[in-house]
């Protein structure tokens, strides 16, 4: 491909390269970085992250846009988004948020957070921040582990997973039950938008986008928190391969982890 | 020139806020809830942001992420609390945005009370959090001291990118006194270069504390220590009240160094040269000064209300120039002038002693 004098270059540092009498149909969003991730094969944040990017450019929003990282697999986030990024603590991302969203009124704040992150040491943080209504998103990557530790029991992790610090596998009486974030977290009323969502199928990746545009759109327009748990594979620590690791999200996730809207404020419908 | 009686929780509020304080984010606990009570009614009314976290701990987290877009934030605290906030106070420090915080120390240790200590210097001033850093610390002995502490600590801690934290105790917060208070400042019209949410366009930035390789990460604490040295450098502060001469020399901090004038006065009143070396910072700690005074003393009598945490640094400052003893309170106890100046006319009776503690009330009675 000879080089163009008419290509141009985003400033993600991907070279936009069109050649004479054609259109360019798919590219990098400008929200995302053009540098290769760390992240494992098969592991789905490396699609989410795509996904989120894609919202933020259909809105046009990148230039007002912070990503609050977490700690977890994804802590390195903000090397993957075009855009201002801070590092918050283990779980505290909402508290973090909070406080960039009050002073920094006009801007798009998200977190993204794992199911370590945001439901074990974090969950006093996310159900404050949802009971206030703070006007932010939330992407909430669930996968059933503690990812970037290497495997550890979650609050997420299903009945009778074996995880590293679950070895006989997890057991109601011992560890209690898996934690349902979307549902219990829709039913406050400053939550706006509250939905689960899944990547183990293009047409539950096409929903997902939606869902992450209703979320945004829900921000946008100053309703509410808003939550989109996606149900993510971990084929590392679930020790599968990528490919069975999408069956067992469908087979054995699914069942317990329903996918669906729990919440839509008013002022979102006609985008549904 | 007009005065006004104020409390001391109250005060450090409204002089934060002439300071240019943008944003406060806190939460209720004994004894210096006043100040967040003062912030709810006064911030909305200037239009700026407050919110009552969920625990200190959500707090410390707001106060990060509004110091991330590089506004003025501050909470305030107590002793249990600040123990919550610890992990925050270091990502802040590893961040290097800054922040204001005040300690409003409580006894310890665990729930302990609401009465007033000093057991938090250990605490706030070696790191206030895991990790190689100190915070400055700065240590009012009046209301009218803390107004003027407070007035600075928000330029101190952006001309350095770093943690402030104003330290008293529960009779300092509680107490009423007449004050001064400073003009107010005008709110800053431009954020800083480094700041996250900066309305100028600009090229994506990033803060984190993250530095998963060794190197860089041994980069960041050398750039961090460099930082250290020169706060060192520049921002001590002390008092020396009838130091030249005294034969016994006090060195106490906020409010026992307050107390510990009233001792002087007694001491001296009864013929014995007493006086005190009264640090401001107790980080950076003033050790080149109390060492230039402690030489010419012949023993220094370190007060405070704890079981003997500033002691440490003064041993380091004093070395061998003087016998260091302690005379402590603790469990929110508060020593009385003539306690100190039993300990001080003591002091003169035994020849060398270091390292000997008194922990409680060593006067007979009557």
């Keep these: 491909m000879l080089p163009n004098p008419t290509a141009t270059q985003g400033t993600n540092g991907f070279h936009h390269n069109p050649v004479d009498g054609m259109e360019v149909v798919f590219q990098r969003p400008e929200a995302l970085r053009n540098v290769p991730t760390h992240y494992c094969p098969g592991c789905t944040h490396g699609t989410i992250h795509r996904l989120v990017a894609e919202v933020i450019d259909e809105l046009g929003i990148r230039t007002r846009t912070i990503g609050v990282a977490p700690v977890g697999c994804a802590v390195f986030a903000y090397q993957y988004f075009n855009l201002d990024g801070c590092e918050a603590a283990h779980g505290r991302a909402p508290a973090m948020a909070t406080g960039l969203k009050r002073v920094l009124p006009g801007h798009v704040i998200f977190t993204y957070q794992g199911d370590g992150d945001l439901a074990s040491i974090g969950g006093n943080e996310i159900l404050h921040a949802a009971a206030r209504g703070e006007a932010i998103t939330v992407v909430f990557v669930n996968n059933g582990v503690f990812g970037m530790t290497g495997g550890q029991m979650a609050p997420t992790t299903l009945l009778g997973q074996f995880t590293s610090s679950s070895p006989s596998g997890r057991r109601a009486e011992l560890h209690g039950f898996p934690m349902h974030i979307a549902e219990m977290l829709a039913p406050l009323p400053g939550v706006a938008y509250a939905a689960r969502c899944s990547m183990h199928a293009p047409a539950e990746i096409r929903r997902t986008k939606k869902a992450l545009h209703l979320a945004f759109a829900a921000q946008l327009r100053g309703l509410g928190l808003s939550i989109v748990e996606i149900l993510s594979t971990c084929p590392t620590n679930w020790r599968l391969s990528p490919n069975d690791a999408l069956t067992y999200i469908r087979e054995s996730v699914l069942p317990v982890y329903p996918t669906g809207d729990f919440k839509i404020a008013e002022g979102l419908r006609e985008l549904v | ?366």
């Design chain 2, 1 to 366: 020139m007009t005065r006004e009686l104020w409390n001391g929780n109250e005060a450090l509020a409204e002089a934060a806020i002439r300071a240019g304080a943008e944003a406060f984010f806190g939460y209720p606990i004994t004894p210096q809830t006043e100040l967040l009570e003062y912030m709810a009614r006064r911030m909305p009314e200037l239009g700026r942001t407050f919110l009552q976290a969920e625990s200190e701990i959500g707090a410390i987290n707001m106060v990060y992420g509004a110091a991330c877009a590089g506004m003025r934030a501050m909470s305030s605290s107590s002793s249990p609390g600040i123990s919550l906030m610890q992990e925050g106070l270091s990502y802040i420090a590893g961040t290097e945005v800054p922040c204001v915080l005040v300690d409003i120390m409580r006894g310890g240790p665990g729930l302990g009370n609401i009465q007033p200590s000093q057991s938090d210097y250990f605490q706030i001033t070696r790191s206030a959090g895991h990790g190689d850093f100190h915070p400055i610390v700065l240590a009012p002995s009046t209301i009218q001291e803390a107004v003027n502490l407070m007035y600075v600590s928000f330029d101190l801690a952006f001309q350095y990118r770093h943690i402030v934290i104003v330290a008293g105790d529960g009779t300092l917060g509680q107490m009423m006194e007449p004050v001064e208070l400073p003009p107010f400042q005008p709110l800053p019209a431009e954020r800083p270069s480094w700041a996250i949410g900066d309305p100028a366009p600009h090229a994506p930035r990033i803060l984190t504390s993250l530095y998963l390789a060794a190197e860089k990460l041994e980069e960041t604490n050398l750039r961090l220590q460099k930082k250290l040295a020169t706060i060192q450098a520049a921002e001590t502060r002390y008092e020396a009240y009838e130091a030249e001469d005294a034969d016994v020399l006090l060195v106490a901090f906020g409010t026992v160094g307050r107390i510990a004038k009233s001792a002087v006065r007694m001491a001296r009143a009864s013929g014995l040269k007493v006086g005190l070396f009264r640090p401001i910072s107790l980080w950076p700690f003033p050790s080149q000064a109390l060492r230039a005074v402690a030489k010419r003393s012949r023993a220094v009598l370190v007060v405070e209300m704890n079981a003997g945490q500033m002691l440490d640094d003064v041993r380091l400052a004093v070395g061998e120039r003087a016998p260091v003893r302690f005379f402590g309170r603790m469990g929110g106890v508060v020593p009385l002038p003539d306690e100190i100046v039993y300990e001080a006319q003591h002091l003169t009776r035994v020849t060398r002693s270091h390292s000997s503690r008194v922990l409680a009330r060593s006067r007979p009675p009557g």
